[in-house]
């Protein structure tokens, strides 16, 4: 049995994975905050999915971690990791002696990619693009996690599309993260919302003009995301996951007809059927977790799907 | 002995390249036009070679054709291929029974980029960007091409950057390729000159408004691409090739100054240090007609590279 593990800055998902990659357990703890109490949850998470699933120690054969920060090429060490507090930590050396068996640790948004690509029948290439107060993507071809060479594969969400756009916390302008980025959007908007985001769409339904700006550049960040990714590594499916997309369908219509606009003043957009290579990820996937026990069951993670 | 060819515009250049991956012998031949005379032009050249560099037909063990249209993915059909007048041509049908030795076809920048790649001595990851009339890059990484889902891999040259930007001729406005590509530069400045970027150039130092502002948008649109090369696939080096950087130096400042101009506003830019990963090739190198031969030589031809 392999055990991933998702960190979310308020949550943990934990899941077990058997054999067959397929979800046997799964459950939510609290995140604690700063290097210590991130430890402890991990260690905790990973107990209590065993008390619950019925696990022995010995059953547990690798942990796999996704957390947003960067995590170091070829290493456990995950710095920036800021909705944790989290500056600097090797993962591994911290929760491995409690733990006692082989743990990785990847960026969240690279195993929700991988984990999509699971979910999603593990086969030909997918860009997964992550909507949440930032915007990322992973990029998996033929069950491999695409890397790159230091650490910003993936890093769509500050390419900048619009040179008089707002202004990004990268310093640039018009990223596609200051035009769609959960962050940008709620702090544009100013309106002290739970949910930003939806607050937004609602307003725009209404026709509020601040939040039908705002609204259409979420859909205008997608889909240059979508078309990044399509014109770039060239994946056959784009899944849109990350907690933006908890707005399901009013997302989606607002992608799709993006997309189809720029398809009808472009026969080469046109010719790429864009709109049908863009899916949601379902609701409530536990993508991340699957994916980071999907990755630290290879010893070599570039390989986590390959073999299972 | 593998043989390497890049079919361009009006000259095509030939190579023969041993086993070590070392030109041994090359030579330019002018190009028919339409799918007859492309085709012999292939034969004729390859036969060329053969009696310049001394080399018996038995001694050719393949051939790799690099051509400047689309060639249908797993297939040596090339279609679109509209600078040579060919439509729809098997190009590897065409050729094969006279040269009798396996033939492939790649398209042309997708080969640069595998020529580009051994040049630059054939380890880690880059993206080659094609700056011709056109504007295309190819990715490699490990010594694999980056083939993607349905052909559009590496096409950033269709990438919007600006939605108030010139329209380009794929129907978007703001394309890289609308700001950048020697076509769309050319059709803009719309004077009478034989190298019209080069014209534009000296416009610009002469300090004439458009010229200026189209130099500018130049740098601007080989910028962008870099930095959609390096955020999404996390190239460690963008080495830029094709006939607008024959302006070599003139066109390196520009960009590095644009790419300083960006890392000076944004600190995340500036940890990317883009103008150390931004080179030419060198001027003449036969990239594609090399990356052809590569690309030829492998049965899998993924795996070009690797096996030599």
């Known amino acids: 049995m392999k055990v991933g593990l998702d960190i979310g800055g308020t949550k943990t998902d934990v899941v077990a994975v058997d054999d067959l990659g397929r979800i046997t357990a799964r459950m939510r703890v609290a995140t604690g905050w700063g290097p210590d109490a991130v430890t402890a949850t991990v260690i905790e998470a990973v107990r209590a999915l065993a008390a619950q699933a019925g696990l022995t120690a010995s059953a547990i054969r690798s942990v796999g971690i996704g957390i947003p920060g960067q995590v170091e090429p070829g290493t456990t060490r995950v710095v920036h990791a800021v909705n944790l507090g989290v500056d600097e930590l090797d993962l591994a050396e911290a929760v491995g002696p409690a733990l006692g068996v082989p743990v990785h640790v990847e960026n969240d948004v690279k195993a929700a990619a991988v984990g999509a690509y699971a979910l999603h029948g593990g086969s030909g290439s997918m860009g997964y693009l992550n909507l949440g107060t930032g915007i990322a993507a992973g990029i998996v071809s033929d069950g491999v996690l695409w890397r790159g060479a230091r650490g910003t594969a993936g890093e769509v969400g500050h390419i900048s599309v619009d040179p008089a756009g707002p202004l990004c916390r990268c310093g640039q302008r018009g990223c596609i993260e200051a035009l769609g980025g959960g962050g940008s959007i709620a702090q544009r908007w100013g309106r002290d919302a739970a949910l930003p985001v939806l607050d937004v769409f609602d307003a725009a ?12 550049g979420l859909a205008r960040a997608v889909a240059a995301a979508v078309r990044v990714l399509v014109l770039t590594a060239d994946v056959d499916v784009v899944v849109l996951g990350g907690g933006v997309t908890a707005l399901g369908d009013r997302l ?49 993670p570039e390989e986590a799907l390959a073999h299972g």
Do not use: K
């Open 205 to 216: 339904d209404a026709g509020v003009a601040l939040a039908m700006e705002l609204r259409s």
């Open 252 to 300: 989606m219509g607002d992608v799709a007809g993006e997309l189809a606009a720029s398809a009808e003043t472009s026969s080469f957009m046109r010719s790429l059927r864009l709109e049908e290579r863009v899916e949601l990820l379902p609701a409530g996937s536990p993508a991340a977790a699957l994916g980071a026990a999907l990755i630290g069951a290879s010893r070599d």
